[in-house]
């Protein structure tokens, strides 16, 4: 075969790579000048649109919805209400256009609740609010007085009824608690242990005071022989019960018995309070009492060691350290 004949070939390639190449350079020629082209997009026409729908449509222009909810009682909720740019301007591709969606109808004022039972008012509330209709929220730590009325019945609510709603607002309901609401039933402590009678109240989250009594008060040693009110009456839970004891039989050596005496800062509502003895050889502090209180006095008997420290928390913040010893009853 001679050299011609094995070269043959060659000239038929070179149109062939040069017809690529010119249709490569062509349809980048195209797409450059399409992505030119669409630089600049017209903005759809979106208000009165669903926003899922009006986000597609954005999207098909190559614009990006920057979105934000506002109150409306003309437009049911996910309703663009507003847009910007206005539909028909030129922008660049990519700009973000602010889309303005209902978030429903507004309550325009505050309705009366006078009368109506505070968890239907609630499960309301909190129906509107889900659903983008209310602004309106409650403030749990509304007050709880007793009145003939059944408990839970609204008595009084602030701000007022027909106060306007322009924004969220917070509302604050009186309620009843029924008719015997804030009374509890004393126990008789009478003849209790006074450990048993201190657990009790503990338990209670009754505010409460020890007295002790001398030895010819009569009953056992460490047992309650005086209490006010007398068990079986019915009082407020904020009333403090006066309790009087007589004094345990003695103690050991290293061992003392004696009251805690403090008054607790008034709360508004119960707050945890605990009074514990450590001592420095013990990794753990025995605890004395642990119970809810909402302030006022309180005297605690305690047995311990003569060389604890007894420590007095509110609230998990240490108000009150006093030596055992020092408060020791002969």
Not at 99 to 114: L, N, P, T, W
Not at 130 to 140: F, L, M, N, Q
Not at 169 to 191: A, K
Not at 224 to 253: A, I, K, L, N, Y
Request: a negative charge; hydrophobic letters at 45%; glycine letters at 10%.
């Amino acid at each position: 075969m001679s050299s011609a004949e094995s070269g043959s070939p060659r000239p038929t390639l070179a149109p062939a790579a040069l017809i690529a190449a010119v249709l490569v350079v062509t349809a980048a020629v195209a797409f450059f000048i399409s992505v030119r082209g669409e630089e600049e997009t017209q903005v759809p026409a979106i208000v009165g649109e669903n926003l899922l729908a009006a986000m597609e449509r954005l999207q098909e222009r190559g614009l990006v919805a920057r979105v934000e909810g506002r109150f409306s009682s003309d437009a049911p909720a996910w309703r663009v209400i507003a847009q910007t740019p206005v539909a028909g301007s030129l922008v660049k591709a990519g700009r973000p256009v602010s889309v303005v969606v209902s978030r429903g109808r507004v309550i325009a004022q505050v309705g009366d609740y006078f009368g109506r039972d505070l968890d239907q008012v609630r499960l309301e509330l909190q129906a509107l609010a889900v659903a983008g209709e209310s602004p309106v929220r409650i403030d749990e730590s509304g007050p709880r007085v007793s009145d003939p009325r059944p408990a839970g019945t609204i008595l009084a609510q602030s701000p007022p009824p027909g106060t306007p709603v322009s924004g969220e607002i917070t509302i604050l309901f009186t309620v009843s608690r029924g008719p015997r609401g804030d009374l509890i039933e004393v126990p008789n402590f009478i003849g209790m242990t006074y450990a048993g009678a201190l657990a009790e109240l503990a338990q209670r989250n009754q505010a409460f005071v020890f007295t002790v009594r001398a030895g010819g008060a009569g009953g056992a040693p460490g047992t309650v022989v005086f209490q006010s009110p007398d068990g079986g009456s019915e009082v407020p839970h904020s009333t403090v019960m006066q309790v009087g004891m007589t004094r345990p039989e003695p103690v050991g050596e290293d061992q003392v018995f004696g009251l805690f005496e403090h008054e607790v800062k008034r709360y508004a509502i119960l707050v945890d309070l605990t009074l514990v003895a450590e001592l420095p050889d013990r990794p753990e502090p025995a605890v004395l009492l642990s119970t809810r209180y909402q302030g006022g006095p309180i005297a605690v008997p305690f047995v311990t060691h003569r060389d604890a420290q007894l420590v007095l928390t509110v609230l998990g913040r240490e108000v009150e350290r006093r030596p055992a010893g020092r408060m020791a009853i002969d």
